[in-house]
């Protein structure tokens, strides 16, 4: 793996990935709206698209591992200056080398990108996903923009959630990992249950890193090129009212100058997660579904 710096606000971390066409963590489709997540051989999320695609249904196995492993209490306080720039981008080049170590991970070959982010705060409230095994993203309206856990949260008062909860109120709790689904329109927390439980029974917005597949470079460089185009044409007629004395031209071409930062920052975006071919399709499916999950299987064929 090569790393990258993003100079982007926030920061974050491009990470060129070689030598892994086939991820151990990896979404698998099947014809009639099918799919699901495994890891490592083992199924460990099923999903189903709503015949109208007005959401999906989803049902995890309990049988996911994160990549990552467990983050050690005098490891959390050694990331000095929480919050800030410096200690997101610690943790990210530390999440960073877990993720290409590691062997049960999403990381396939490609662009990466991981960075902080700060989420609405409905997306780790209303938009959270507290019902397990079975759930259901609702994209109806204006998409769904949540979180799914792949394993269900623990209790407040489990140990290890309380030591945590510590360390949230000592303000040193390490950041959550995302990845970044478009099959999903939201995300999947793939590291960091203990963590998000603990800063939720807090009170508190837990730090936030998300992994996304990066978007295609001629398609960022399209964007760009008329991002630019469109800039120039705006700025011009700024300046055709600066000629003509407008007051309130300089203060127009501060925003358009602004605005047009912002879109250039934007890049790299988020491209679409892949999936791979389910050898067996929807038969291989059906038998799957139905020998982990044979009472959902039943609910969401009556679809």
């Known amino acids: 793996m090569h790393r990258v710096d993003l100079y982007a606000p926030d920061g974050g971390l491009g990470l060129v990935v ?25 199924v460990v999320l099923l999903g189903k698209v709503h015949r109208w695609s007005y959401g999906v249904h989803v049902y995890r196995t309990g049988g996911y591992l994160s990549p990552l492993p467990a983050l050690r209490a005098d490891h959390a306080r050694q990331v000095t200056h929480p919050g800030t720039a410096a200690w997101f981008d610690r943790w990210a080049h530390q999440f960073a080398s877990w993720l290409d170590d590691a062997e049960a991970g999403p990381l396939h070959n490609g662009f990466w990108i991981l960075r902080p ?51 949230a109120r000592e303000q040193v709790l390490p950041p959550i990992l995302l990845w970044s689904v478009s099959g999903f329109d939201g995300y999947l927390l793939i590291d960091g ?16 890193l998300v992994l996304a597949i990066g978007s295609d470079p001629e398609t960022d460089q399209e964007g760009l090129d008329q991002a ?27 925003a358009l100058t602004r605005q047009f930062a912002a879109a250039c920052a934007g890049l790299p975006g988020e491209g679409r997660t892949r999936a791979w071919p389910l050898t067996g399709g929807m038969w291989a499916w059906e038998q799957q579904a139905a020998s982990v999950a044979r009472g959902w299987l039943a609910e969401v064929e009556e679809e």
């Not at 086939?22 to 490592?40: D, I, K, N, T, Y």
């Not at 409230?125 to 759930?135: F, I, S």
């Open 18 to 42: 070689t030598g892994r066409d086939m991820p151990h963590l990896r979404f698998e489709v099947a014809s009639g709206r099918r799919l699901l997540l495994r890891q490592q051989g083992r």
């Open 117 to 167: 982010r700060t989420l609405p705060p409905y997306c780790l409230r209303g938009d959270l996903t507290e019902d397990y095994p079975a759930a259901y993203l609702d994209w109806f309206g204006e998409g769904w923009n949540g979180v799914l856990p792949l394993r269900q949260l623990p209790d407040a008062e489990v140990a290890r959630v309380m030591a945590y909860r510590r360390q």
């Open 193 to 208: 249950h203990c963590r998000l439980a603990a800063a939720l029974a807090e009170g508190i917005e837990p730090s936030v």
């Open 228 to 254: 630019a185009t469109g800039h120039i044409e705006l700025m011009d007629r700024v300046n055709e009212q600066a000629v003509r004395q407008r007051h309130d031209a300089r203060r127009a071409a501060d």
